[in-house]
């Protein structure tokens, strides 16, 4: 099979490849095809890559191109990690919202509709590209925000498309982990949108195993979340919230500490994989190990801030492996082998939540096999959630909106309609200083 990877010189690619250099049965992948605008990126990471396969037998071959076209002819699977902007845009995302004191996060707030209004021309326009190219193609999409684009690139692609997140996956391990059960056992009930969900339930043979951990304090708050939102809020809710809830829930703590912050994380991820892509420069440097310890710092210091401000401490140290590529390969040997597995998943609704319509794209637990992902029925979210699931999704309909017909105006309603935006003008000045800083988003008139 041959997995095409769009965003091929990211710094995350070494994981995807790492966990295809495990898979070892048949019908495996066995060509990855990179591709990139930034040809010095893609010399690096193809350096990682290779002293990854070295001395393994059978590693996919790797090749890398700046031509997009060429990477998606002949494409089994089509992996999108695409960042329009580069970090350097999400650093400037951060800075705008932070100046007019609301969020700035790649994906939450006015950050994510930034991130939005820049990526989705792209992402619509290399989703008709697979259609003529590789019509027969699967797109596994983790480009943020993974929801809204995964529902951008829908329309053109339908079910074809699927959007994956590893905050669920991370979320229902660590639930099952501190109630001594095996994840792999587990039947997660987790429902909402990308970045907007909650665990309900952790079934195990047949019996929900939340309820205890919920009536115990000391279990309840021995692990992230439990630390991140406070126990009592925790059992007020009756649920364990995906962990960017917490910038909804305490959203003001959230944005003084991004304020205060001596870097906003787009800052501190574009210096330092700056410092990592200058490093592989030098031919004599060991690529793998300068990536291995730049993965380490990574993933140490994510929502370092949300941290401090709950008094969380540091990531556990099962937590900081990552866990997005194992999602992807999942997905890609259920749907390619026809290995029947669940997966929580983003997908178009399909009457699953019965407050949005058929179209909207949901983050839920699907059964996946040859035909594709095929949402599992879920129980109806409680009020306060519906509330904000229907208030996000209006806001993602808003951006895709925009993103279509150019209009200023439908971009400053949605950045106004967003529940962490708290006025109108703040919306107006946002629309005004994100056009200024972001070439990409010209074409708002």
């Known amino acids: 099979m041959r997995l095409t990877i769009l965003g091929g010189g990211g710094f995350r690619v070494p994981l995807v490849y790492g966990a295809l250099l495990t898979d070892r049965a048949e019908g495996r992948v066995t060509r990855v095809v990179l591709h990139d605008l930034d040809a010095g990126r893609l010399s690096a990471v193809t350096r990682v890559l290779a002293e990854q396969a070295a001395g393994v037998p059978g590693a996919p071959e790797v090749t890398a191109t700046t031509d997009l076209d060429e990477a998606l002819r002949g494409a089994d699977f089509v992996f999108s990690a695409i960042r329009v902007g580069g970090l350097e845009g999400r650093a400037n995302d951060e800075r705008v919202a932070l100046a007019e004191g609301v969020l700035g996060q790649e994906t939450v707030g006015a950050g994510g509709i930034a991130y939005g209004l820049r990526t989705v021309p792209a992402v619509v326009d290399i989703a008709r590209r697979v259609a003529r190219l ?4 699967w797109v596994i999409n983790f480009t943020n925000p993974a929801g809204l684009v995964t529902e951008a690139m829908s329309r053109h692609l339908g079910d074809r498309v699927i959007g994956i997140c590893d905050s669920p996956v991370g979320l229902g391990r660590r639930i099952a982990r501190v109630l001594g059960a095996n994840a792999k056992e587990a039947w997660i009930d987790y429902v909402g949108l990308n970045h907007l969900g909650w665990v309900r339930g952790l079934r195990v043979a047949g019996h ?28 007020s809710l009756g649920a364990i919230p995906n962990e960017y809830l917490h910038y909804y829930y305490f959203n003001r703590e959230a944005v003084r500490a991004y304020q205060e912050a001596e870097k906003t994380r787009g800052a501190f991820l574009r210096d330092q994989q700056e410092r990592f892509y200058e490093e592989m420069k030098n031919p004599g440097a060991s690529a793998l190990k300068a990536w291995d310890r730049t993965r380490a710092e990574r993933e ?20 900081l492996s990552g866990g997005y590529e194992k999602v992807a390969l999942a997905l890609m040997r259920a749907i390619a082998r026809d290995e029947r597995t669940t997966l929580i998943l983003n997908v178009r609704n399909r009457g699953t939540l019965s407050v949005l319509d058929s179209e909207a794209v949901i983050e839920v637990p699907c059964l996946v096999d040859a035909n594709g992902a095929h949402p599992v029925a879920v129980d109806p979210l409680p009020g306060h959630a519906t509330g904000l699931v229907c208030a996000v999704k209006a806001v993602e309909r808003e951006v895709l909106a925009a993103a279509e017909s150019g209009s200023r105006t439908t971009a400053v309603k949605a950045f106004a309609l967003h529940p962490l935006v708290d006025s109108v003008n703040v919306a107006r000045r946002l629309v005004e200083g994100y056009t200024e800083v972001h070439p990409g988003l010209a074409y708002l008139g």
């Open 300 to 319: 140490a210091t994510y929502m370092a801030e949300n941290r401090e401000t709950a008094g969380a401490g540091e990531r556990e140290a099962d937590d």
């Open 134 to 137: 590789a019509p027969d193609a």
């Open 208 to 235: 929900d195993e939340l309820p205890r951990l919920l009536a115990d304090p000391g279990l309840l708050g021995s692990f992230e979340e439990g630390r991140l939102f406070g126990v009592d809020w925790l059992r």
